[in-house]
């Protein structure tokens, strides 16, 4: 056996290295914070998926006889409507825990479609150059130039609001800020070595877009996502409040804290309930975003 053989022998393949996105989310794992709010945000869209189901309660049915029952264990409380009854003797623990769902499912949903479409905007536009450039880009100022709230009344005012239509609202309002992050990042990956080496091997630029550039986008942004996902549940609660939100019988924060308003004297828990587990949601959700952005932070500073 030669020597030149046996200096091979001996050479060990490196393990693959963690992206950056992984390096991002093992270190934010390891604060107390991060910990805390994940397990409070797992805690809380278990409840609103099981509670309802396990206690029996329907957040539509209506029982007069029952109404502003009193949460437990204050006096007139009945069983099984442990956080009260409304106006109407509907559950109130019901109605909060599928107001949180249809809140969560909306900010997740709304946060995916505008990752997806924002990201495919920037990355075609930060790729290209030239005047698709500068078109996709003036669009992308023009549309953040209009609040989230001001579209959703223009939209929602002439529409019936639904689930979908609250959802594509909240897409079209909020890729703009994807798309400038996708565009930056797609613009910096795109002189880089490994690019080039990718075009000269014959791949298409779909692929080196999809599966090199692509995967570079999500660690500038995991941090917002998650903090948007709350933001748009605040969003959602607000449209419900002042009546363009989802339309009733389907209980939502917004419409449930609106209804509550008019018995705050007598019947305080209607209103307040809903929206201290609202409170906790979104903390618990800032708290995961916020430890996502400062250990990123950490990280680039380390690369630096």
Known sequence: MSE?????????????????GANIF?????????????????AVILLSIAAPGLLGLSATKFNVGLKFSPPWPAEGS??????????????????????????????????VGMFVLGSAVGMLAGYVGGWTNLILM???????????????????????????????????????GYARVARSVTMSERRKEYVRAAKILGASDL??????IAPNILPPI??????????MMIFEAILGFIGIGIQPPTPTFGTIIADGTKYLLNAWWITTIPGLLL??????INLMGGALERSRNKLLQGVL
């Open 207 to 212: 692929r080196i877009l999809l599966v090199h």
């Open 4 to 20: 030149h053989t046996i200096v091979d022998a001996d050479v060990s393949v490196p393990p693959k290295a963690r992206s950056l």
């Open 78 to 111: 009945v069983w099984p409507h442990v956080i009260g009854t409304d106006q109407l003797g509907r559950d109130l623990l019901a109605r909060s825990l599928i107001g949180l769902r249809n809140a969560l499912m909306i900010g997740i949903a709304s946060v």
């Open 279 to 284: 409170a906790i949601s979104l903390c618990s």
């Open 138 to 176: 003036r669009i992308t100022d023009a549309q953040m130039s209009i609040p989230v709230i001001i579209l959703a009344i223009t939209i929602l005012g002439v529409t019936r609001p639904t689930p979908l239509t609250v959802i594509l609202v909240f897409i079209l309002a909020g890729w703009p």
């Open 26 to 42: 093992l270190q934010a794992f390891k604060t107390p914070e991060f910990r805390v709010g994940a397990v409070i945000f797992i």
């Open 222 to 231: 995991a941090f917002v996502a998650v903090l948007d996902v709350a933001r």
